[in-house]
């Protein structure tokens, strides 16, 4: 199984930036799962306009989730 990568953060400031990064760093990780199929996608806001994305052995594989801190 190959090493999960490391969490990537994303900073906008309006939510079309937000929405475009949020798209482009997905699509990323997408790809990297399907080297991991026991892992999904977790996108987490961590305050406004800051969110993390990450590979989660909590989320089922092809599924992305979101969660609020």
């Known amino acids: 199984m190959p090493a999960s990568p490391a969490p990537q953060t994303i900073t906008a400031s309006t939510a079309d930036e937000a929405n475009t990064l949020l798209n482009i ?3 990323e990780f ?3 799962a399907r080297q991991d199929p026991g892992c999904g996608i ?3 806001k961590t305050g406004p306009g800051q969110f993390t ?7 089922p594989y092809g599924l992305t989730l ?4």
């Open 66 to 69: 979101q969660a609020v801190v």
């Open 30 to 32: 997408q790809h990297l």
């Open 25 to 27: 760093v997905v699509e």
């Open 53 to 59: 994305v990450e590979l989660s052995e909590h989320v």
């Open 42 to 44: 977790l996108v987490t």
